[in-house]
Structure formats: C-alpha cells, structure tokens
C-alpha cells in the first residue's frame, strides 16, 4: 500500500466537502468540520496553514472521516467537470 500524498489544507478541505461534510465553524486558524448525516463522526479539524499537512496529521483526518485511504485519493483527484450539475441529476 502507497502513502498518502502531501496534501495542502485547501485539498483536504476540498475533499471533506465532497465527501459531505460541511464547516461547522472557524476559530482562528483551525476550521472544525461535521457530516449532516453522520454526526458520531463528531467535529474533524484542519489547521488551515500554508504548509502541507504532516502525514501523521493527514492520516487522522481521513480515519476521522471514516474514509479509507482509496476513497480519500479518489475524492483528491476528482474533477468537478466529470460530475453531472445537481440540476442535471
């Protein structure tokens, strides 16, 4: 099994938004996410910096998700352009 990539703050938002979660709030820098529909998942936060996310710090976010690591990946390099408009679906 490959590692994880490096990975900026903006990409695993990006990917936690995709997966449906949504930004319960911001205090500072950290940006708490929750999933609508799964709330045992609980708060996820992201340190939202410059730098890539170490990939201890990455490898937690996605357990916290409840994401494996395939399914992470697929939701990184999806591109909104290959998905049909919700008004479309």
Request: proline share 8%; glycine share 8%.
């Given at each position: 099994m490959s590692r994880l990539p490096a990975c900026?703050?903006?990409?695993?938002?990006?990917?936690?938004?995709?997966?449906?979660f949504l930004l319960d709030h911001a205090t500072g820098s950290h940006h708490f996410y929750r999933h609508p529909?799964?709330?045992?998942?609980?708060?996820?936060?992201?340190?939202?910096h410059r730098k890539d996310l170490k990939r201890t710090t990455l490898h937690s976010i996605v357990k916290q998700a409840g994401l494996t690591r395939d399914e992470f990946l697929k939701l990184l390099y999806r591109h909104d352009h290959d998905q049909p408009h919700p008004a479309q679906a």
């Open positions: 900026t703050p903006k990409d695993v938002i990006r990917v936690l938004e995709r997966a449906g529909d799964h709330p045992e998942r609980g708060l996820i936060t992201v340190a939202f």
